[in-house]
C-alpha cells in the first residue's frame, strides 16, 4: 500500500499564492506516476496535473498550465503543486493522487487509472 498526506492548503485573497504538497510513504517504489486533482463543491473531481517518477514528463489540465506547476523532490518522496494567481474558482478539495501507471493515464478522466488518494487539502480564494 501506499500512503498520501496532503498538506499547505488554506485561505487565500484573490490573486495570492499556495503552495501544495503531498508526501508519499509505504511501497513507493510500486509507484510510477504522482498527481494532482480537485473537487470544487457541485462539481465533479477534474485533473489538475501530472509527472512520472523522475519528472521528465509532465502533464497538466490546459486552462491551469500557465498559473500552476507541479513537481517533486525524489529523495524526500514529496511532490508539489505550487499554484500563483489564484482565483475564486481554484476553491476546492485537491487530492494528491498515484498511480502505478504511467503519467499519461493519471490525466484520462476523472483519476480512474489512480490506486491511490490522499484525503484532501482545502483551498480558500476568498477576500
Known amino acids: 500500500q501506499v500512503q498520501l498526506v496532503e498538506s499547505g492548503g488554506g485561505l487565500v485573497q484573490p490573486g495570492g499564492s499556495l503552495r501544495l504538497s503531498c508526501t508519499a510513504s509505504g511501497r513507493t517504489s510500486s509507484i510510477n506516476a504522482m498527481g494532482w486533482f480537485r473537487q470544487a463543491p457541485g462539481k465533479e473531481r477534474e485533473f489538475v496535473a501530472a509527472?512520472?517518477?523522475?519528472?521528465?514528463?509532465?502533464y497538466y489540465e490546459d486552462s491551469l498550465r500557465d498559473r500552476f506547476t507541479i513537481s517533486r523532490n525524489i529523495a524526500k518522496n514529496v511532490t508539489y503543486l505550487q499554484m500563483t494567481n489564484l482565483k475564486p474558482e481554484d476553491m476546492a478539495v485537491y487530492y494528491c493522487a498515484a498511480s502505478r501507471g504511467p503519467a499519461s493515464t493519471v490525466q484520462v478522466g476523472n483519476g480512474e487509472y489512480v490506486q491511490f488518494w490522499g484525503q484532501g487539502t482545502q483551498v480558500t480564494v476568498s477576500s
Open positions: 509527472l512520472n517518477w523522475d519528472s521528465t514528463k509532465i
